[in-house]
């Protein structure tokens, strides 16, 4: 009797908890485990976007890289139908690492989401291709995915990434001129001919042309040469370059769609004795109307800075000494035409609910291999 009451006693005395307490216990557990989870579950949504954004970016410089390569080394780039353009065909010399040993065509383009080219304008994202061959199809290599339209400038829509690298330059490079010869009323000998058209905006930019075919004459010494251009939005003026193997220098600025090389022109005095501030030719209308640099037989080059339709004035340099008359003068400018230059925008998105993982790569990429000479 006494351990049965010992007992009751001893297990009276023990405390313990009540079910109102474990439920207040339980709700404070799982508020907390649930913070816990909530900030971990953010913390790996937060890792697994990083890498995502690391992974595109690294894609997105890697295809841009490997586009800049190709593009520095070019030495030839057209468009389908002008600029902004979604796809280029550029030519590579031999000499370029990408080439394979032998001159090549690759074109570079973007797709949209459902493999169109052009992309349908909203069909984003839009991927970029690079293809060997002056086309985007066939089989090709994906360099980069999640391209996005943008709307802040430099605006980018229907995965038109790529355009012209001046921004007053809105049309794209002057067209390549058409050449047109004739036996007469030039002093061209025979040889082969090639020129570059550029056009000069109202701010003095001046915008890259694209070099002719070449024009060979088989014969004669009386050759002249009509070189013809389409008209340039905004353009104030053009640079005609030109004309021969020896390098396209800079031959005359004209507000015309036209100019005809008559070739040089030919010394008048009998003889001409330098140094001299004037020099007397046939004919100067084949030069500026300004400054010109002339050379004629070993006299060097001479700078002038004016004329009149059968001179120049304001001469000065050139080797001392007695020249012939009917020597010919030749245009000895050392302005050569400007390489050039795409401007490639990619801008990048993994949400396109939103912009908080866009990122923009922009470069401008000369054409280092662009300029002839």
């Not at 079910?19 to 557990?29: G, H, K, S």
């Not at 004669?220 to 013809?228: A, P, Q, Y």
């Amino acid at each position: 009797m006494h351990v049965r009451l010992q007992v009751r006693r001893l297990a009276k005395e023990q405390g313990g908890f009540t079910l109102v307490e474990l439920l207040v216990v339980l709700a404070i557990v799982g508020v907390i485990l649930a913070g816990i989870t909530q900030l971990l579950t953010s913390a790996l949504k937060s890792q697994n976007d990083q890498t995502n954004r690391t992974q595109a970016q690294q894609d997105a410089r890697l295809g841009l890289d490997k586009l800049r390569r190709e593009i520095r080394c070019a030495n030839g780039l057209t468009t389908p139908s002008g600029y902004p353009a979604s796809a280029i065909t550029i030519t590579l010399g031999s000499y370029c690492p990408t080439a394979g040993g032998a001159a090549a065509t690759v074109t570079w383009c973007t797709k949209d989401k459902n493999g169109a080219t052009p992309p349908v304008p909203g069909a984003q994202p839009y991927t970029l291709w690079r293809y060997t061959g002056p086309a985007c199809s066939g089989t090709g290599t994906k360099w980069a995915s999640n391209l996005v339209d943008k709307i802040d400038a430099p605006s980018i829509s229907a995965g038109k990434i790529f355009g012209v690298g001046l921004a007053s330059a809105g049309a794209g490079f002057v067209s390549a001129p058409s050449l047109t010869p004739a036996s007469s009323g030039g002093t061209l000998l025979s040889g082969t001919y090639t020129y570059d058209v550029t056009a000069v905006l109202a701010g003095g930019v001046e915008v890259p042309g694209t070099v002719s075919a070449p024009l060979t004459i088989a014969s004669g010494l009386t050759n002249k040469i009509t070189v013809s251009w389409s008209a340039y939005t905004g353009a104030t003026s053009y640079n005609v370059y030109g004309r021969d193997g020896g390098g396209l220098r800079l031959l005359k600025n004209t507000t015309g769609i036209s100019y005809v090389d008559t070739g040089p022109t030919k010394l008048t005095a009998n003889p001409l004795t330098l140094p001299s501030s004037t020099i007397g030719v046939a004919d100067t209308s084949n030069f500026n109307s300004g400054a010109n640099a002339i050379v004629f037989g070993a006299s060097g080059p001479i700078t002038c800075t004016g004329t009149t339709a059968t001179s120049f004035t304001g001469c000065t340099g050139g080797a001392a000494g007695q020249y012939p008359n009917s020597m010919p003068v030749y245009n000895a400018s050392t302005a050569r035409p400007p390489r050039a230059t795409l401007s490639v925008v990619l801008p990048f998105d993994l949400t396109l609910a939103n912009t908080n993982q866009r990122f923009v790569l922009i470069d401008n990429i000369v054409l280092r291999n662009s300029q002839p000479f």
